[in-house]
Each structure stands twice: as C-alpha cells, then as structure tokens.
C-alpha cells in the first residue's frame, strides 16, 4: 500500500470514527421506539437504561436514525476500545496466520484471571480462524459458530462458566435489568424491562374451571350442575381466584358452594381457605354495636371454615351476651367433631364462651358433643365425676393433638395401688397420665395381666415404660420368648436384654406391629444390638425382609452391598442414610424404568449420582422433581439434564414455561436463559419462580438477586413502595429473597398483604431482619401494645424480637395459648446444618417468653397454696414442669435447686433432656438428683442425661464409677463432653472409669457408636488399639462427631487402616467416615479425585482446618458441591486467593462472573476509557499492521 494510500485512509478512518464517537455520545433512545437496529437481523434492547459492558461511554442507541448494526455485515461494537471489525474492507487481522496482539502487554485473555481486552487498544480479531482466548476451558468464541461477529446465529457467552466482563463497572448481562440478549437471532427478544412500553401481563386469577365458578355465582342460576361436573377439581381452587368472587351471591348458591367446599376443606390451600372465610365476611358487615357479624347461620354455614377467623373475631363472638356460638353448639355437635385444625388458643376462647352462656362443660351430656376440644379440656377447672370422666376419656381417643396433658391432669389424684389387670387395662391410653409414683404402685399381675392394652399406647415417657417393665418382670418376659407382648413398651429395654433375645423370638416379635413400632424410639445403641442379633443367623436380603424400617439405618453398607436385587416397593419405604442410598441406587437404578418408580423412591433418591440423572429420561427427571430427598447438588445436575433436552428458552410457550419443575428454573446453569423468554411470556416465569422453594438456595447465594431482579423487571416494578396488592399476591416465594431496601419500601398495607408468604420463609438474619422488624413495629405498633391477636398473624415472624421485646407483651391465657400453637410448628432441624442454609426460625425469645407467662398464670390464679416455700422461693410444681415443657428453661437456678425430690423425679424425663439449661441451672438440678438418688443406679445416671454434664471429677468417681455401656449411650449424645474445657475433663473421667473394665481394643462396633461425644475424650494412643474392623461397623455413627483434631486425626488413621488410603476411599465409605475427613492432611486431600469431593459431608468440610482448606486445588474447590460450599466458614475462605474464591463459588447453582483484570495504564475502571482515545489507537494499529 502507497504512503498516499495509507495517508487516505488515515484521514478516512478519522473522520468515520469521529462520527461513531458522536453518535455513540448522544443521548439515545426515545422511550416509545422500540427498534434498536434497521434490520431485524442484529436486535439490540429498546431500554435507554442498558449499555453493552456497562460502558457509560458505549450506549446502544435506539434511534432509529442512529442505528446500530443495520447491516448484518457490520458488528455491533459495543466500545470503541474493543472493535470487532467483521467489514471486509477494513479487515483486522484478515490473514488467519496474523495472531491477535502479538505484543504481551495486548493480549486477549492471556491472563489467567481471565481477562476479556483488558488493554483499551486491543482489537478483537473477527475471522473465525483466529481464536481469541485459546484456553480451551474458558473459550470466547474460539469456534466458528460462536465468533464474535454479531452474525445472526451467533450466541455470545454461552457458557455462564464463563462470562464477559465480569467486572461490576464492565459488565454484560450482569442482571436482567441492564442485559442484552445472548443471542442475535431474529428469535431471540429484547430481555423485559421496567421502561418497556407494552404492559406485562400478570399471572391469570383464575383458571378457566375457576372463571367458570366466579360467573355463575355472579349469576343467580343454580351452580348444582356445575358443582357435580366440577367436583374433582374443587381441592385446587385458588385464593386469587377466590378474591373475584362476587359478594352479590345468592344465598342458596353460597350454602351449596360451601357445603361441597367443606367435604374438601383438608385439601385446599391454607390461602384458599382463608380467602373463602373472608369472602364471606365481606358479605356480611359488622354490626355498629361491635357484636359479631356470626350469628347460627352463619356459623353453620361456615361449618369448618369458622377456624379461618382471627382471634379477635373468635373472641369478640365467644364474649357476647346469649352468644350465637352456645345456640350453636346446643344445636349440633357434628361440625366440633371435623375440628382437627383447631389449635389451643382457639380452643380456650370457644370453651370460655360455652362456660360464660352457662353451658356447664362437667356434664356428661356436654362433654358428649365437645368433639375435637375434649383435646383441649381445662381439667383444672373442678374434678370430673366418674361418668364425665369416663365420656372425656372415649373423645380424647380421636384426637389428633398431643392429650398428655389432660391425661396427666385427668390421673393426678387417681389412686391405682389396687387396681386389677381389667381395671388397669380399661384405663387405655389414660394410663399415659400416670406418674412415675402411680405405675411403681402397680402389682405384678396387674400390669403383666394388662400388658395387649399398655403395650399400644404410644403416649408413655421412657421413665413411665421402665417402671412398668419393672413392675412386670421383663426378664422372666424374655426369658419364656414372650417379648413381642411388650409392645411398644420395649423400647425402655436396655442393650443387654435386646441382645439376648433369640432371634427366632425377634423374627416373631418383629411381625408384631407394636413391637416394630418400638423401635422407632430406641437410641443407636439399642437399634445397633437388635441389628447385629439378627444378622448372626440371617442374610442381608433376609435382614431386609425381617427389621423393621427403623433399625435399617444401623445396617452397614457394607453389609448392604452383599443384598441382591431390591424392589421399588423396597427402596421407598426405608428411611436409608445417604451412604445406604448410594448402594441401594447402584443396584437398583437400572430396574427403574418408568416416571412413577422415581416418584416412589423416597429415601432412596439421595443416593441418584450425576452420571445416573444425566441420562434420565425428561418424563422421569420431572417424576424425579418432586421428590423432598433430593440434595442441593442433585437437583443443580439434574437442572442441567432437564434443560439440555428442553427446547430453547426463546421458544418455549407460556403453558411450557408453567410446568417447568420450579426447583430446576431455579438451578438453570445460566441466568442468562431466562432472559430469553420473549416479554409476552415473562409472567409465566414469575408464577414459577413464586411457587419455588427458596430454602434451595443458600442465603448468600447471588442467584437470589438474578431472581429478583427478573422478577422486578418483568413485573416493571421499579420499587416496592409502587407495588399493588395483586402483585404482592403474585410474588408468593419470590418475597423470600427480599433485601432490605425492598423491605424499607413497602407500605404498612402491602406488608400486612405479604405476612402470610413472610412467615412461611423461616429465619431472616442481618439486615433483612433489622428491617423487616422496623417495618412489623411500624405497621402492627410496638411489642407492649400487641395482642394475642397481633402474635397469632404474625406467627414465627415474633421470634425476630429477643427476650427483653417479647416480654413486654401483655401476660394473658390468651396469649399463652396463642405461643404454644406458635412453638409447637418449629422444629428444630436434625443433624449439621450450615447456618448460610438453616432456614428455622430461632425461638429463643418467644420460647422463654412463653415460660415466663405459664410460670407468672400457674401462681397467679389460685396456686400458690400448692406451691413450696424455699428461701422465699415460688418452687416449681410437677404440673408446672409438665405444662412448660422443654420452656422450663425459663425456670430460675433457685427454683429448679428448690424443686421437692418427687417433682423431680417424675419431671426428670424433661428437665434431663433441655439443651438450653445453661451450666447454673444444670448445677442446681445435679443437687437435686443427688438428692433424689443417694446411690445411683446406672439406670438412674442414664435418666439424668445432660445434666450428668455438670457433675465435677470428684462426683464421678463417687456416684458414676462403674458405668454400662447403656448409661453411657444415654449421656454420650451430648455435645457439650467435647465443647466444653472442664466437661471434658469429666468426660476423661468417665471414660477412664469404663476403660477399667473395657480395654479399647475389646470393644464392639455397638460399644463404640454408644459412646458418642465421649469417644472425643479418647486419648489417640487408646484410638489406635480399637479393633478397625469394629469401627468400620459403626463408621456411620462416629462419622458425625465434631472432636478436637488430635482426636479426629487418629480416628482418621483408624479409617485409613479400615478402608485403606484416602486415594482409594469410595464415594460410599466418604459418606461413613464423615466428620473425619476433616483431619486428612494437605498432602492427602491432594489424592483426592475432584469427582469425590461432593461426598465429603458438610459437617467434615466446616471442620478443614482453613490452612489445610487453601491448598485445595483449583478443580476440587470447583467440584466441592453445593452443598458443602454452604459449610465452607469465613476463615475458611479468607485464605483462598481469588482465583480458588471463583473456583469455590461455581458450587454457588448462579451464574458465577469471571472476574477481569483492568488494565494497567487505566485509572479507574476501563468504562470510564475515552472513546477518542481509542478510536486513535485503533488508527495507530491499522497504520502499523499495513507496514
């Protein structure tokens, strides 16, 4: 080329760039137009508001007379300092054999950091030869059909691997709000948003069945034929189509609709339920008096449905003079009977308002027709007569909530010394309401004589079980091969009466429904010698078909792998640990053919691998979907299954969108897919994302924010404080992943419209919670001022508040009742569970502030004769203990040291068994068992439990200087033996106490698993001497202790003698050895496959000491599982550099952004590169490339 030439095109190509800089630095986009390019060959988004990179300085203008990319054989340059030059005559690069930025400092992605032009001059070869980012793992278009040059069927960053300027102030397709579609296809649209000028449609009220319904009841045609046609379909009415009903319905449509309603009250939806109620209610306005609204009609006609109204309005109708609610009940008792959702606070105010309208709940004929709330009988009012008693007695059997109480109550004062067999056997499941005292006084024949009633009852406390097994002779029971008549009863027997049961009698008394049941409430120990009694005669697969379900967890999996073929009917119904599944699953997953044998699995599901999911079939991987026993991991590979095979996201139709499985939309590889649904069809992913289970996702997961946002976008929800109540309905889950700006904006109104989804998100922790307690005291008023009311709306949402807030709220039975209800729906979750994915609400708070309110009621109203002065004390009573439960925590160390020796031992059973008894509290109650047992049996260590955590070296000796293997089991469950400096030293004490009877190397696999947290107080020289055959038996269960890492260490080398080097563990043997992986050094981890490091358990993955953590290599951090990134602790990941952080956070199930390295000439952030600037470099290379 001549200099003139050069010269020619110099100025040539200045004067073109100048023009692209100005119109690149015009204000772009009016919002009403809508094409972004000439031609619908290269589409750009509409929305003025999104850049390509985030560049401020590279908009893509909308206007038409500025378009970008309007012939298909021009690229869209999103900045001027990356051109992508796809013009053949002005070529870069042209000649396959020229590299791209041959110079170091201009290469593209040559750092490992993976950097996408990190140098402002770089240009981006567009010939499909030329491959930019040649790491094979981390590509940009390095394949001809994914170059850059925006050709129609190109797709840029496919892989969500492997983003783009990652970099926040460079970002492409960072979130829906500022994305261009990934794809250039004439399909692929504009990515919704806010400012987009067509509205989006919402979620449809209702279905085509329900508009149906909402006309005809609009109508006043018979709706008869309609119910009768529609019938099946009534369980799914919906609460948003509820809300269209016309408050116009005839009378006699509203009694057949409710009255076919309430034939499926149990089936609807709690929301629908509540909608119906309300329906109703509009329909009825509140009299100016301030009486109730409900009068007999209405309450007949709400039937069931009554349980949907608020306390308040509960308590407004109950507290009438000549209340509606006592005509009621005079006139039919049938609706009491269908109460099964009825709950204590509710209960108390009906049979309040019966006792204030004279209705005397001591009669016989009374009783006859509580129904459901004999489950919630004030006993304490006065004392039943043999007949009442005998009718609440024969109610108390349907109940369905836990009668106990009124049992124990209805008991107290009954005198059984002399009762027979027949009379101690017409007592039924009553006999659960005797007291330790009572069941002590009992003949043997008498019990023995009534053991086909006792051995069923479920209600009795392992202390209860003992005195009756005591008080029948269970040696000579066992002794004659009698033992299935123990029933239920049997699960009080200790390790060594279980194991010499023969096993021709265990196979018998294994056939015994009551016997089998039993087991379910014994402890490992006791499961472990059943398990190892019946496999010394019989077969694995004969052991399969012989134990109960309970006792298959105590099953080795080695003993496992010898069973044969397992029936679908087999796998569904053990509750298999996941090592167990594992095996089960190699063996059956081949047999299972259709989609409903994965919907029978069960258990079974956990033990599914990725390679096996990968090839299921869609059918099946939908059936798979369902399933509750699924893992995070799990359900992230079989997202990727499921979608590989499912048509492109651009085409799917709003009614596919709809039955995508919502848990596998939310573990979609890549965001970006989403992103493709064209706007018309968005809505239909919100629907799913708000029926998703958010708990899926760890809270620090930034897949929250992708959904989110999207969900923002495409509802055009620039910010909560704009939200209707219809959008709040239609966010369901997606409230879950509020933040707390989102929190901060929403109305008083639109909060109460979302308490119910709130509620049902579990805990909420760090800014979240402080705002969403501002908002709650903002909308329902402070703590003093709440009623019973305020806490039954607001639920496990008041445990957000601590102690020294909840116990302002005003004492009340009322309230106490309400509480109960509240703190008997939490469960505290089993096992390890990282607190980045523990979703249970902490009850602290309201647990001890409903301890305080029993306490403050029991000695206010007329108790305080019972009670017993110590010191000035107010001492505890059995009745007290009983009612409070495990919130006899809220007792005081002087009350519980007060309490008299028969109060504690008939409350030991509860008291032994609190976790949150801090060690004052377990000193006091160590005095008074000191007390109560002179000389303690093992027996009665055994029943102590935690609190033996309080006894010194000194007292161990003297009262614990022989302990069994049993006593052990008992107290070894507790963590505290190992957490604590001086309880460990106790624990030394114990052990060295056993071992003088037990040398190490003599002990079982049953022993070793009994011994549970006290096993941490092995010293390693004793570890080394255990058999490892033994401990391979009870790996599983010592695979779960968190001991301190000498110990875990040498058990560690004692898993190694069992199952050989950590190189040749398998993914079976991971799962058993658990918590000791932790204590495997650098140098061993190092041997560890990447395919096996998603079987490292959690709890083994927060235990890595974070020195050992970091050298983890780059591909095992990668394959760490989602799971186990939820366990990785701060510490952990502080010491990793940023290239294993992005390693690690892969596991996170969003689309993880590569981070980019800017430039090193750049100050500040390369959005900020002037595109002038770039423009002469881009000319200054032309020149130099053409010499």
Not at 415 to 439: H, P, W, Y
Not at 643 to 668: G, R, V
Not at 1103 to 1113: G, K, N, R, S
Request: with cysteine.
């Amino acid at each position: 080329m001549g200099q003139a030439a050069l010269f020619g095109l110099f100025f040539g190509l200045i004067f073109c760039l100048c023009l692209m800089i100005s119109s690149a630095e015009i204000t772009t986009a009016d919002p009403a137009t809508t094409d972004a390019a000439a031609t619908p060959s290269a589409t750009a988004d509409a929305n003025p508001a999104t850049t390509v990179n985030a560049n401020p300085a590279t908009t893509v203008n909308a206007n038409p007379a500025t378009t970008v990319n309007a012939n298909p054989a021009t690229t869209v340059n999103a900045n001027p300092a990356n051109t992508v030059n796809a013009n053949p005559a002005t070529t870069v690069n042209a000649n396959p054999a020229t590299t791209v930025n041959a110079n170091p400092a201009n290469t593209v992605n040559a750092n490992p950091a993976n950097t996408v032009n990190a140098n402002p001059a770089t240009t981006v070869n567009a010939n499909p030869a030329t491959t930019v980012n040649a790491n094979p793992a981390n590509t940009v278009n390095a394949n001809p059909a994914n170059t850059s040059n925006a050709k129609p069927a190109t797709t840029v960053n496919a892989n969500p691997a492997t983003t783009v300027n990652a970099n926040p102030a460079n970002t492409s397709n960072a979130k829906p709000a500022s994305t261009s579609n990934a794809t250039s296809t004439p399909a692929a649209t504009s990515n919704p948003k806010p400012s987009t000028t067509t509205a989006i449609p919402g979620p449809k009220k209702c279905t085509e069945w329900e508009a149906d319904l909402a006309t005809k009841l609009a109508a006043s045609a018979d709706i008869t034929p309609f119910l009768l046609a529609n019938t099946d379909k009534l369980p799914s009415l919906s609460e948003s189509c509820v809300k269209t009903f016309s408050n116009a319905t005839s009378k006699a449509n509203l009694k057949k609709l409710m009255a076919e309603l309430d034939k499926v009250y149990d089936n609807l939806n709690p929301g629908s339920r509540l909608a119906l109620f309300l329906w109703i209610e509009q329909m009825n306005p509140k009299p100016a008096n301030g009486s109730s609204w409900m009068t007999v009609e209405q309450l007949t006609l709400l039937d069931r449905f009554l349980l949907q109204a608020s306390l308040s309005s509960l308590k407004t109708l109950a507290g009438m003079e000549s209340s509606p609610l006592c005509a009621f009940f005079n006139s039919s008792n049938e609706v009491w009977k269908s109460l099964y959702d009825l709950n204590p606070a509710q209960a108390n105010i009906f049979i309040t308002g019966l006792k204030k309208c004279s209705i005397d709940v001591a009669k016989a004929e009374n009783i006859a027709k509580l129904g459901q709330l004999a489950c919630f009988y004030p006993v304490d009012d006065k004392p039943l007569e043999d007949s009442p008693r005998t009718k609440l007695l024969e109610l108390l059997k349907n109940c369905k909530s836990d009668v106990k109480n009124v049992y124990q109550k209805l008991m107290t004062s009954m005198n059984v010394t002399s009762f027979g067999a027949s009379q101690l056997g017409e007592l039924g499941d009553a006999a659960a309401g005797l007291g330790i005292k009572q069941l002590a006084s009992l003949s043997k024949e008498a019990v023995v004589g009534s053991l086909s009633t006792l051995s069923k009852i479920e209600g009795f406390s392992k202390s209860q079980k003992e005195a009756l097994l005591k008080a029948a002779g269970v040696a000579d029971i066992i002794s004659k091969g009698n033992v299935a008549s123990l029933g239920k009863l049997a699960s009080a027997l200790d390790s060594s009466a279980l194991g010499s049961i023969p096993a021709a009698a265990l196979v018998t008394a294994f056939a015994d429904a009551s016997f089998a049941a039993s087991t379910a409430a014994m402890e490992p120990l006791q499961k472990k010698s059943l398990v190892l009694s019946v496999l010394k005669t019989k077969s694995a697969d004969e052991a399969l078909t012989l134990l109960p379900p309970a006792l298959i967890t105590e099953m080795t999996t080695k003993k496992l792998q010898e069973a044969g073929a397992l029936s679908t009917a087999m796998l569904g119904k053990m509750p298999w640990n996941k090592g167990q599944a594992l095996v089960v699953m190699a063996k059956a997953f081949s047999n299972l053919k259709t989609a409903e044998d994965f919907k029978k699995l069960g258990r079974a599901a956990q033990g599914i691998t990725c390679e096996q999911i990968t090839g299921m079939a869609a059918d099946s991987l939908e059936a798979l979907s369902a399933s509750d026993s699924l893992s995070r991991d799990q359900i992230r590979c079989a997202s990727t299954a499921y979608f590989k095979a499912a048509k492109s996201f651009s085409n799917l139709t709003s009614d596919e969108i709809s039955k995508i499985p919502s848990n596998y939309l939310l573990y979609l590889k890549s965001f970006k897919d989403v992103e493709t649904v064209p706007t018309a069809n968005c809505a239909s992913v919100v629907s799913v994302f708000a029926k998703v289970e958010h708990r899926l996702l760890g809270k620090s997961s930034k897949r929250r924010e992708e959904v989110l946002n999207y969900v923002k976008t495409c509802m055009s929800i620039s910010s909560t404080d704009k939200l209707t109540a219809s959008q709040v309905n239609q966010l369901g889950n997606v409230l879950c992943m509020f933040g707390s700006v989102e929190i901060d904006k929403l109305s008083n109104d639109n909060l109460k419209e979302a308490i119910d989804q709130l509620r049902g998100c579990g805990k909420f922790e760090g800014d979240v919670k402080t705002s969403l307690r501002t908002k709650i005291t903002a909308t329902y008023g402070t703590l003093e001022t709440w009623t019973f009311d305020t806490v039954n709306e607001l639920q496990t949402l008041a445990s957000m508040f601590d102690a020294s807030e909840t116990n302002k709220l005003s004492v009340s039975v009322d309230l106490k009742e309400t509480l109960k209800g509240i703190l008997s729906q939490v469960k505290e979750p089993e096992g390890f569970v990282p607190a980045d994915v523990n979703f249970t609400p902490d009850m602290t708070s309201l647990k001890s502030s409903f301890g305080k309110i029993v306490i403050n009621l029991f000695f206010k109203v007329g108790r305080r004769k019972r009670a017993i002065t110590c010191s000035s004390i107010t001492v505890p009573t059995k009745e007290l203990i009983l009612e409070l439960g495990s919130s006899s925590s809220a007792l005081t160390a002087d009350q519980l040291g007060c309490l008299s020796l028969d109060t504690f031992k008939e409350t030991v059973d509860i008291l032994g068994d609190i976790t949150a008894f801090p060690m004052e509290k377990l000193t006091a109650l160590k005095i008074v068992a000191l007390a109560a047992y002179p000389t303690p049996t093992n027996n009665d260590i055994a029943g102590l439990k935690r609190i033996t955590v309080a006894f010194t070296a000194t007292e161990i000796n003297t009262y614990f200087a022989t302990p069994n293997i049993d006593a052990l089991a008992a107290i070894g469950k507790y963590q505290d033996w190992s957490s604590d400096a001086t309880v460990a030293a106790t624990a030394k004490q114990i052990v060295e106490n056993f071992l003088k009877s037990n040398a190490p190397s003599t002990l079982l696999s049953k022993d070793l698993l009994a011994l549970g947290y006290l096993l941490c107080a092995f010293t390693p020289e004793q570890i080394a001497t255990v058999s490892a055959a033994e401990y391979s038996s009870a790996a599983s269960n010592i695979g779960k202790l968190k001991c301190s890492l000498p110990v875990l260490t040498a058990l560690k080398n004692k898993a190694v003698e069992a199952f050989g080097a950590p190189s040749a563990w398998t993914t079976v043997q991971m799962q058993d050895i658990g918590t000791l992986t932790a204590a495997l050094t650098s140098a061993e981890f190092s041997t560890i496959s990447k395919e096996k490091m998603s079987y490292i358990t959690p709890e083994a993955v927060s235990l890595i000491p974070p020195a050992v953590f970091q050298t983890l290599t780059i591909d095992q951090l990668r394959y760490l599982g989602t799971e186990n990134l939820a366990a990785v602790s701060s510490q952990q990941k502080a010491l990793l550099d940023p290239t294993k952080t992005l390693a690690l956070n892969e596991n996170s199930g969003a689309t993880v952004p590569l981070t980019t390295t800017p430039s090193p000439t750049a100050s500040g952030s390369q959005a900020h590169a002037s595109p002038l600037a770039a423009a002469i470099a881009l000319v200054l290379t032309l020149l130099a490339l053409s010499q």
